[in-house]
């Protein structure tokens, strides 16, 4: 959905400087409303793990990788809670943090991570990527859905 | 010493500044608009929106230089969007070439009663067709003004039709062009040239009170060397307006071609059509080509007694062209690669074709027998720009090189005919041979006259020439009315839902294609090299757009300072810093005080900066910020 506001006032007021002190970011975290502030304990905090016992035996293996690589830097909740679950985005999300000083994520390595988080969002986040794909252009949902097909064939028992 | 960052406040004109391919265009055409429109299939869209601007939108479609494309952020992530190309696709499909070109409809978006009434009839005198004349009458009829332009040719374009080779821009299109302005109340009188047909003076008194002059430079500038007055040494501008105006010019079978600029590659390209145009003909087919040359060359010497010698010495050359088999065509210019300021496509189309290029040479002498031209001599240069980028070439000496040749084409620049000037018009000159024109407001030395393109500033691409004719006449209006309403415009903000926004699937992985080309050995004559792009490849090189319009938006308010966003963003485009370490103008002390009531030291406060020149408007940011504090925006400005 499209939000269209007409503004005629020049200016928008400091939206790039999103500035907030320590202190004051304390302050507006706890004046959250409780659906942010279930959104940002869920991103941080929320589960760590993932149940993989019914994924494929090559996508158990990935994501033993991905909870080795990726947990050298953060907690592996951020991306498990995340709202990323397109193929495009996981592509873009896990090149950034292969980048990251002292990752030691290769390339293959990386497909693999991606190929991991493809497949789970695929399943576990199956109602935010129908969400997403049912609004997308029908060309890009092709495109998105052909990605993710590719994935079960290639791993899907026969 | 600790890092700092030089900052800025966005408000509605930062956020307009990010599109730069407008930014780079010289009358703001929202190219990355029409862009956008050709990946969302809507074709007639996109080119109202590329029409709107530019009255010669599929003209610059063929042939604009695309300072957009040069602007264009996706050139430094690996190439820019291929803007003119598209350009060209929507024209093709609505433009004025096209069969469902409906004036009917585009100009209901053109008109705005407001400004209509402005001119109330009021007569304006136009001199010279071109770009800049057409622009500035297609701007006064649209404000109610009764322009009239005075054409010296029999035919309206100016160096678009003359100057411009037809392989490049087929003359339906300028003609179709010309029509659309026409169309709107411009009157065109053809063979009426300034300085024969009427003075200066007479304007005035046939109720013209004001007048633009946009009457280009077709006049090639001279160079001061040994060997130019032989025959076989051609002038650039008058060998491309005969080989336009139809008439064949004799070139023997090895041409040089002295100049880098856009000008030479034209002649260098238009040289190998010639010969390949005579080299496949049988004994009859010369004689008949000599004979339509040699009568189109009576009627132009019947209706032009006064063409400049160049001309004629060019046309009597014509008459006696003959040339058998494909001549070896070379270009020799100052510049390097690098520094070459034709375009670079151009470059490759013509040795494509053929045409040898070398670089970093200047001509010493033109060497002949019997008043022939038999060769040139060219030295090294060693530099063409000094360190301050000012031309000033050094040749190396000792390194001189003979190159033997029947023609020699001098591409080395275009100067204006200002014969007609006469002391009483107070027209004034400046040392470079141009009328002096504000570039600001295009008023010349008299306050009832303005000027612009070619004769105002030089030789310049087409779309300057374009912006210098709508700004001419916006001062015509306010020097005929007092003061013309600025046109009013207000923001318009799109927000996304975040969840929903997304680039095409793997859009940074798109590279850059170009249009295709006619086979090389098809490049006969007039055919056009350039094709248009098949439709899916339309849609997919419009895809490469970033969208320059969108823009992650940061509220403040909402921010809990986690770093989500600098952490994912795939670009490196976004940093936490301390607010100490920014530097900016007064609007930014201002932002202090509003928000924290004081100036913060260092340590106290933390802000979220951003590096526009990278970002590729992926919405990672988005996604990524826990509280909502980012979403993505498309900020426009629309008519009020």
């Known amino acids: 959905m499209k939000i269209t506001r007409q503004i005629t006032t020049i200016l928008l007021g400091g939206v790039i400087l999103g500035a907030t002190g320590a202190g004051l970011g304390r302050a507006i975290a706890q004046e959250l409303d409780a659906e942010t502030k279930a959104r940002v304990e869920r991103f941080e905090k929320g589960p760590a793990t993932i149940d993989v016992s019914k994924y494929p035996d090559a996508i158990k293996e990935y994501y033993e990788l991905f909870s080795h690589k990726c947990s050298q830097c953060h907690k592996l909740s951020r991306p498990i809670n995340s709202d990323y679950a397109l193929p495009d985005e996981w592509s873009r999300y896990i090149k950034r943090m292969m980048y990251k000083p002292g990752s030691n994520i290769s390339a293959a390595d990386g497909k693999k991570v991606y190929e991991f988080l493809v497949y789970d969002s695929s399943i576990r986040k199956k109602a935010m990527v129908d969400d997403k794909l049912t609004k997308a252009k029908p060309e890009d949902k092709t495109t998105n859905e052909s990605k993710i097909k590719e994935l079960h064939d290639k791993y899907d028992a026969k | 010493m600790p890092t700092t960052y030089p900052v800025e406040l966005p408000d509605v004109n930062y956020f307009t500044r990010q599109v730069l391919c407008r930014e780079g265009c010289p ?185 633009f002059l946009g009457i280009g430079a077709h006049k090639s500038r001279e160079l001061s060397i040994e060997g130019v007055q032989l025959d076989g040494v051609l002038r650039a501008i008058e060998f491309l307006l005969n080989v336009n105006l139809g008439f064949r010019v004799t070139l023997g079978r090895k041409v040089v071609v002295i100049g880098g600029g856009n000008v030479a590659f034209d002649v260098a390209r238009s040289v190998v059509r010639q010969a390949e145009k005579f080299a496949g003909m049988g004994e009859a087919e010369l004689r008949e080509a000599l004979h339509q040359a040699a009568s189109a060359l009576e009627q132009l010497t019947a209706r032009q007694p006064e063409a400049p010698d160049e001309v004629r010495l060019a046309l009597d050359v014509a008459r006696e062209a003959i040339r058998k088999g494909v001549p070896e065509v070379h270009m020799y210019c100052l510049e390097s690669l690098d520094e070459i300021p034709g375009a670079h496509d151009e470059i490759e189309e013509a040795e494509k074709e053929g045409i040898r290029l070398h670089t970093r040479f200047g001509p010493r002498r033109i060497l002949g027998s019997d008043g022939k031209v038999t060769g040139i001599e060219l030295v090294k240069a060693s530099r063409v720009f000094d360190e301050n980028r000012r031309f000033n070439p050094q040749f190396i000496e000792g390194s001189e090189e003979t190159v033997h040749c029947d023609t020699v084409v001098l591409a080395i620049g275009q100067s204006a005919d200002l014969s007609w000037i006469r002391p009483e018009d107070k027209l004034k000159v400046t040392p470079r041979g141009t009328l002096q024109t504000d570039a600001a407001t295009m008023a010349t030395s008299r306050p009832d006259v303005f000027a612009g393109g070619d004769v105002a500033f030089g030789p310049r691409i087409i779309i300057t020439a374009v912006a210098e004719g709508k700004k001419a006449a916006a001062s015509i209006a306010k020097f005929l009315t007092g003061s013309v309403p600025a046109e009013p415009r207000q923001a318009r903000v799109t927000i996304y839902d975040t969840l929903q926004y997304g680039m095409k699937p793997d859009y940074e992985k798109f590279i850059r294609r170009p249009p295709p080309t006619l086979p090389l050995d098809r490049r006969i004559g007039i055919a056009e090299v350039e094709r248009d792009y098949p439709e899916p490849d339309a849609r997919r090189q419009a895809d490469r757009c970033l969208k320059c319009h969108v823009g992650p938006v940061f509220n403040g308010d909402a921010c809990i300072l986690c770093g989500g966003c600098a952490d994912v963003c795939p670009e490196y485009c976004l940093r936490l810093v301390d607010v100490a370490s920014l530097r900016g103008d007064a609007k930014l002390q201002a932002a202090y005080l509003a928000r924290y009531g004081r100036v913060p030291e260092r340590g106290e406060e933390g802000a979220i900066i951003k590096d526009e020149t990278r970002c590729i408007r992926c919405g990672l940011c988005a996604i990524r910020c826990p509280t909502g504090a980012i979403t993505m925006e498309r900020v426009e400005l629309i008519p009020a």
Do not use: W
């Not at chain 2, 990355?32 to 709107?52: K, L, N």
């Not at chain 2, 530019?54 to 695309?66: E, K």
């Not at chain 2, 705005?112 to 800049?132: F, H, L, M, T």
């Open chain 2, 27 to 211: 009358v703001r055409t929202d190219s990355g608009g029409y862009v956008q429109a050709v990946a969302e299939e809507r074709y007639e869209d996109a080119y109202i929106i590329a029409r709107i601007p530019n009255p010669f939108a599929s003209i610059c479609g063929r042939v604009c230089a695309a300072p957009c494309e040069a602007k264009c952020r996706r050139g430094a992530l690996d190439a820019p969007v291929s803007i003119r190309a598209l350009k060209r696709f929507v024209c093709e499909k609505f433009g004025v070439e096209s069969d469902a070109f409906d004036l009917g409809r585009v100009y209901p978006q053109l008109r705005d009663p407001r400004r209509e009434r402005i001119g109330g009839g009021r007569k304006v005198a136009i001199i010279g067709a071109g770009p800049a004349g057409m622009s500035c009458a297609h701007e006064l009829a649209l404000m109610g003004f009764a322009p009239t332009v005075f054409e010296a040719q029999n035919l309206a374009g100016g160096m678009l039709m003359l100057g411009v080779p037809e392989y490049r821009l087929p003359r339906e299109i300028i003609r179709a062009e010309i029509a659309a302005i026409e169309a709107l109340g411009v009157e065109v009188r053809l063979n009426t040239r300034l300085g024969k047909d009427f003075a200066f003076s007479d304007l005035k008194k046939q109720g013209y009170e004001a007048v």
